[in-house]
């Protein structure tokens, strides 16, 4: 299996400490969306990984991400609330700038969130998956080689953004070498990840999937950070992607004055080292697993008619971690072009687009991004439907049946 690697070493600290904590087994890429109900897609180890020396939450094994993000279909723009989310922040830094100053986003998707702004400061995408984008883009990974690049051709960035980015980077330290190269000495970067609070709280296992190489609390960060002259300005926590930390980061040493009680506030690191957490959270995946599977199956039996709303790669991890095939669930609405009259990675569910539906046939919807609940929800409820809505969380919602 030459396009997947074992890694054996922290991706924060570098120790080999590394403890298996869960396994779903071989599972296909999560945003390889395919053309045919019969297709026969290449599926590569899926186990997460704990570092019993720093905390970090990690993939045991790295897929070449040329396979995983050339064709990539997730569009920052289909969702209303993240790009205000994502706009806010962009307003918010630029209103610290200068015009001529230069703002780069890593990982700009569709360039939607930069967009807000290119009318107020200089604005540079930077993201491997070539997306168009009505923003000046750099289509090449982020990495020294690229810091470089632009450096030598638009000057050192005063603020850089990365939403959703560090878990996807197999190499850190050139991650943060780069950044070391791009920023100017008195610039801020500014990143997002999903946080390992609410994952483990929550239970979000369907975040598990090959882009998400690693799954980040405050002490890992940190000594990533120290490695490379950085200092944590702040942390915030967000209601986004399930829960999510934004780092603010600028050149310098000694944290945030608030971090010690930050960190007494928000983050448990006894509980975030132990493998016990993490065998709790492995029984909580099996039962959930069980239970979405037993709940289509028993709608199947009593013949209720069932629709999937959202195809996110969380989706795509769900049905082929429960196994749920074409027989329990047939079509999933969508509301991104790119993945409709595609289907979903392994499973095969037909996505469709949302005026394709007729939602009054149906009498229950599974909500996959939990995520977007409320504003799926509003789409839903807006078109008439009076069904039923399920979600991986709750897929037992019987009381509200209306049949
Ligand atoms: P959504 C993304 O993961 C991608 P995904 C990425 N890998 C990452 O790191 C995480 O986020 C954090 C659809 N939808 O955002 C659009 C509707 O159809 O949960 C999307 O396909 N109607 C970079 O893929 C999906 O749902 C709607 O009204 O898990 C949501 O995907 C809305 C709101 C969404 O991302």
């Not at 396994?23 to 570092?51: F, M």
């Not at 970090?56 to 279909?73: E, I, R």
Request: glycine residues 6%; negative net charge; hydrophobic residues 35%.
């Amino acid at each position: 299996m030459s396009n997947v690697h074992e890694r054996t070493t922290c991706r924060a600290c570098q120790s080999i400490e590394l403890v298996e904590i869960l396994n779903l087994g071989d599972q296909p890429p999560a945003n390889a969306y395919v053309d045919s109900i019969n297709a026969t897609e290449q599926k590569y180890p899926l186990s997460l990984r704990l570092c019993r020396k720093c905390g970090m939450v990690q993939l045991g094994h790295v897929v070449d991400p040329s396979l995983l993000f050339s064709n990539y279909s997730f569009r920052t723009g289909s969702s209303r609330r993240m790009v205000e989310h994502f706009s806010r922040l962009m307003s918010s830094l630029a209103d610290e700038m200068q015009p001529t100053q230069l703002l780069v986003e890593i990982g700009a998707n569709d360039g939607v969130a930069l967009d807000t702004v290119s009318h107020r400061v200089r604005v540079l995408g930077v993201d491997p998956a070539g997306i168009p984008s009505s923003v000046p883009m750099v289509n090449l990974p982020f990495n020294c080689t690229t810091a470089g690049k632009i450096q030598f051709e638009h000057g050192k960035a005063d603020a850089i953004v990365a939403c959703n980015v560090l878990g996807h980077i197999d190499n850190l330290d050139e991650f943060f070498i780069g950044i070391d190269l791009l920023l100017s000495d008195k610039g801020v970067l500014v990143f997002e990840v999903p946080y390992l609070g609410e994952f483990i709280d929550r239970c979000e296992w369907d975040q598990i999937y090959h882009e998400h190489l690693s799954y980040f609390s405050i002490r890992p960060i940190l000594i990533l950070l120290e490695r490379y002259g950085l200092r944590l300005d702040r942390v915030d926590r967000h209601e986004v992607h399930g829960g999510s930390i934004r780092c603010r980061v600028s050149r310098g040493s000694g944290h945030w004055d608030n971090l010690d009680r930050w960190l007494e506030a928000n983050e448990d690191w006894r509980r975030h080292t132990l493998p016990s957490t993490y065998a709790r959270l492995e029984r909580s995946v099996r039962i959930v697993g069980g239970n979405i599977r037993s709940a289509l199956l028993q709608l199947q039996e009593e013949v209720q008619p069932v629709i999937g709303y959202g195809a996110p790669a969380k989706a795509t991890v769900l049905l082929n971690a429960c196994n749920i095939g074409t027989d329990l669930l047939d079509k999933i609405i969508d509301c991104t072009p790119q993945k409709q009259g595609r289907r979903v990675p392994g499973t095969h569910q037909e996505i469709v687009s949302p005026e394709s539906v007729d939602l009054s046939r149906y009498n229950f919807v599974m909500i996959f991004p939990e995520n977007h609940y409320e504003e799926i929800e509003s789409k839903i409820r807006a078109s008439g439907f009076t069904g039923s809505i399920i979600t991986s969380r709750k897929p037992f919602a019987r009381s509200l049946v209306k049949v």
